[in-house]
Structures are given as C-alpha cells and as structure tokens.
C-alpha cells in the first residue's frame, strides 16, 4: 500500500472509537500541501508545526494557508493520537512513581478545550485553523455540549483518580458557559472533580497565563499541591503555581497567549 492509500484508509477508518461526522472532501489527501519539504518553497509545514509545540513559533494568529492540509492530515491521522499518547503515558508514569501523601490535597490541573474535550469535529469544518477565530460560530459550538472527550487524556484522568489524586478543571472558558461545560464533561467520561474553574468578569482582559497563574496560586494558597498539569496551549503551562511538573500536549490549529 503506498503512502497516499494509507494516508486515505487512515482518515476514513474510526480511530479508536474517535468518530466525526466530518464531509471527505475537506480531508482529501492534497500533496502539495506541506506534506513534503519539497512541496512549499520556503514552508515546510512539519518544521512549522516543531516551532509551535516548542514554543518557538508565537503570536500567530492563523494557521498558515499552505500548511491547511498537512494540520489536517495531522489532526485526523493516526500521528496526533499517537502524539497525544506519548504525553498521556509519560504523565501516568510520573504519577504512579510518587510518594503521596493521603490527605486529600493532591490536585492535578487539566485544561478543558483540545486537552479533555476536543473540538476537532468543529474544527474540521472550518479550516483546521486557517480560517480567523469566529468565536460566535466557536461559542455556538461549545454550547451543543458535543465535543467528544480526548481518549488519551481521559485515560490519564482515570488513572489519576485510582491513585487518589484530585481534578481540577482550569480553563478559558467563559463562566456563562458552565452548565454546558459541565454537561459535556460528564457526558464525556469526566464524571467528577474537585473544582470546575472557568474565566469569570474579574480576569477580563487578562491573557490566559495571567488568568490561570493567578487561579493556580488560589489553588495553593487554599492548600493544595498541584502535583501535575497538563494543557494544550504554553499559556496553560507557563507563568507562576505551574505544578510539580507540566505536559504538553500537541495542537498546532491556535495560539492563545
């Protein structure tokens, strides 16, 4: 099978139970995408998308328009998941080698939006980041409460839990949006946690690492150890109250600062 048949069998298959209602044709295979270095002069989307996860490649605003193909294909393809596995399996086992103290005040910080629930069947209809954030067609989107759960990372939420440690949900979501959040999260497989923490009035205009560093240290002034962390985004990660250790998980459609 050559590499143009497995790339179509791998986008048309199921993947791990991971099912989108998604039209073929906005993931047909496009070679001249950025697939291959030789493909863009001066682009190769894979070195692009390298900038990114490292940290290296900020404040951009839009995928770029040559690279539409190559983040799809990435996206929907078998490479994301087994990415996003990697992160999943190296955060479990950092978890099962601690010493934990049993009195209840080890948490674990989860973003919500590509680290639990993933907003892929959103996004595949609309660019997979090329296209400028709407966010009314975005904010619509969330409130169907459909997005599916990031099966990677819900097996380390599971894990996590039979080794006692507690979740907190940390994300840029607005307060407004609770129920649905909540909703979708148990309908995902997130049935519980410890705190459900969204972005109310009092952060408006602050960038997320100074949103979320600041409810992170909340977190360990009220007692808690932050023992883990894990996001999709830098901003998850960086800033102050980061937590013992950080984990990044891949997502090359946005950037938020």
């Known amino acids: 099978m050559d590499i143009r048949h497995l790339f179509l069998a791998t986008i048309s298959a199921t993947s791990h139970g991971f099912s989108?209602?998604?039209?073929?044709?906005?993931?047909?295979?496009?070679?001249?995408?950025?697939?291959?270095?030789?493909?863009v002069p001066g682009l190769s989307?894979?070195?692009?998308?390298?900038?990114?996860?490292?940290?290296?490649?900020?404040?951009?605003?839009?995928?770029?328009e040559k690279c539409a193909g190559?983040?799809?294909?990435y996206m929907l393809g078998q490479q994301y998941r087994m990415d996003s596995e990697v992160v999943a399996?190296?955060?479990?086992?950092y978890a099962q080698s601690l010493k934990l103290a049993g009195d209840g005040k080890n948490i674990w910080v989860f973003d919500i939006d590509e680290t639990s629930l993933s907003n892929l069947p959103y996004y595949a209809k609309n660019g997979f980041g090329v296209k400028p954030y709407n966010p009314t067609l975005f904010n619509e989107w969330v409130n169907t409460g459909k997005a599916p759960p990031l099966p990677e990372s819900l097996k380390l939420y599971k894990k996590l839990l039979l080794l006692g440690i507690k979740i907190v949900f940390l994300t840029g979501r607005p307060e407004d949006q609770r129920n649905v959040t909540e909703a979708n999260l148990k309908h995902a497989g997130f049935d519980t946690w410890?705190?459900?923490?969204?972005?109310?009035?009092?952060?408006?205009?602050?960038?997320?690492?100074?949103y979320k560093s600041s409810e992170r240290k909340k977190l360990e002034m009220k007692g808690y150890r932050i023992i883990g962390n894990i996001g999709d985004q830098w901003s998850d990660l960086l800033g102050t109250n980061a937590g013992n250790r950080t984990f990044k998980l891949p997502d090359p459609m946005y950037y938020i600062g």
């Open 89 to 93: 399996n190296e955060a479990i086992l």
């Open 70 to 73: 190559y983040v799809g294909h």
């Open 45 to 64: 989307c894979l070195s692009w998308r390298l900038g990114v996860e490292t940290n290296n490649v900020i404040g951009w605003a839009t995928v770029p």
């Open 194 to 210: 410890e705190k459900l923490i969204l972005k109310g009035s009092s952060h408006s205009g602050e960038t997320a690492v100074v």
């Open 20 to 39: 989108m209602d998604i039209p073929h044709q906005i993931h047909l295979l496009r070679p001249k995408a950025g697939s291959r270095n030789n493909d």
